[in-house]
């Protein structure tokens, strides 16, 4: 076996699975702790839709982060993980009312909350537990993001948020109620954004706004600046760790808080992508007009995103050492989109081979589904596949 993968131990599990590094996983996020320790005033929170394997969750849990969950159902994960309740925030455009009424009941540190008549519920279910919910507003920006059109989120024409002209008059309702208080004010501009310019673009666009607040004389207690930050997809092991010096290092620079005000990250896949490989074994070496197939037993099934959005994962043999031909590496799925990779070098491949497809611990295995009546794949760790 080559590379960061256990020597032992992988051979004779049932493929696809998922294997996370753990040790890879623990180093991200000593390196993210050591820049947040220098402001005590910067909070993350784990961004639980990029995976939500409980053992991926403890560990993270374990390194202090706070939870971000977008349905009830990550709240419940989060909170079997051992998150405290205290450190979750629970944003989404559609919440349910029996998910509204989990988070009251859990006491959780904040509802973004992402229309008026979502603000008008929370009120009302509040009332109904006789607690105050604590609230944050998720703001529309308009700050484009320089990524995929499908991770975008901050624009005015995506579904997200309230739009910033209507921010004065939602700020004016919420003290109108009595059932919520808002605590903060929320962004979040997209995903896999590389390019620090962007974020700088939302400290602009907050500090912005912040002045405008200071002028009608109301006062944010904190920031939510979501999460973003991209990882290096084609370099996996020469950039095992995004660059949380820069990142954070950006809000350091150009974002203006007030005297107090807390920042709050929700950081999911610079955590977790680099940690996480999908293995799979090669089923057959079909020899096209023009090209060879490498046909692998992982389908769309396990990993959606090259086919959702034409994401690109470094891929390579474990098994071989021969030299290097090309293939295009598909799946089984019977639906034209379910290619891993096309044109891609790899060393000569034989029915039986074991393929790392990399960086995908990330909205890897937490978006497999069941389609074509397949199994979910399982996920396994350094801890119990012994290490390299
Ligand atoms: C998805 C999401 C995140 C995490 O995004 P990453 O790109 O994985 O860091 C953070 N906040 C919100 C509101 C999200 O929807």
Redesign the pocket.
Known sequence: MKGIFPTEGFQYIKTPFYYYDTQLLRHTLRELKQETQKHPNYIVHY?V??NANPKVLQIIREAGLGA?C?SGGEIEAAINAGFPASGIVF?GVGKSDWEIELGLKKDIFCFNVESEAELDVINQLAARQGKIARIAFRINPDVGAHTHAGITTGLAENKFGIAMENMEHVLRKARALPNVACTGLHF?IG??ILDMGDFEALCNRINELQDKLVRLHIRIENINV????GVDYQHPDRVPIPDFKNYFGTYTKYLKLLPGQKLHF?????VVAQCGSLITRVLYIKQGLAKQFAIVDAGMTDLIRPALYQACHKIENITSELPLETYDIVGPICESSDVFAKHTDLNKTQRGDLLAIRSAG?YGEIMASHYNCRELPKGYTTEELGSK
């Open positions: 961004a839709k990029a971000d977008v944003a979040h995903s896999q979501g999460g973003g930050l929700e950081l999911g896949r610079a990330a």
